[in-house]
């Protein structure tokens, strides 16, 4: 994708549990916490350097079996947000074009009904 691409708006949704992102292409992108939560970028969730860039696009699309709100939003440079979960995590760094590469709509993401 194009690196030029940067979010113009981002909105949490912590009662309808979505992350909505608004991006500079005019596309539009609507993340469930839950998938975002558990694909989150860090080391730890990853399980190691090796998996760093492996996400499991299912998670979008399960029906959550947690809860997970987010409390703040931190942007990291131009490039990345940090985000603060209600259950203590905050190491993951979503980079803008991981953000994108995850997105699950069915443009970006046509394998799904
Ligand atoms: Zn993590
Ligand atoms: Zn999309």
Not at 5 to 32: A, C, F, M, R
Not at 98 to 108: A, F, H, I, S, V
Request: glycine share 8%; net charge negative; proline share 4%.
């Amino acid at each position: 994708m194009d690196n030029d691409i940067t979010p113009t708006g981002i909105e949490v949704s912590n009662s309808e549990q979505i992350l909505e992102i608004d991006w500079s292409d005019g596309h539009h992108s609507e993340y469930s916490l839950f998938g975002l939560r558990k694909n989150c970028p860090c080391v730890m969730c990853r399980g190691g350097h090796g998996n760093m860039n492996t996400f499991d696009m299912e998670l979008f699309f399960v029906e959550p079996t947690q809860h997970f709100e987010i409390e703040n939003i931190e942007q990291i440079g131009n490039h990345a947000i940090k985000i603060f979960w209600n259950d203590g995590h905050n190491n993951g760094m979503y980079q803008w074009d991981t953000l994108r590469d995850m997105c699950p709509c069915q443009e970006c993401y046509p394998e799904q009904e």
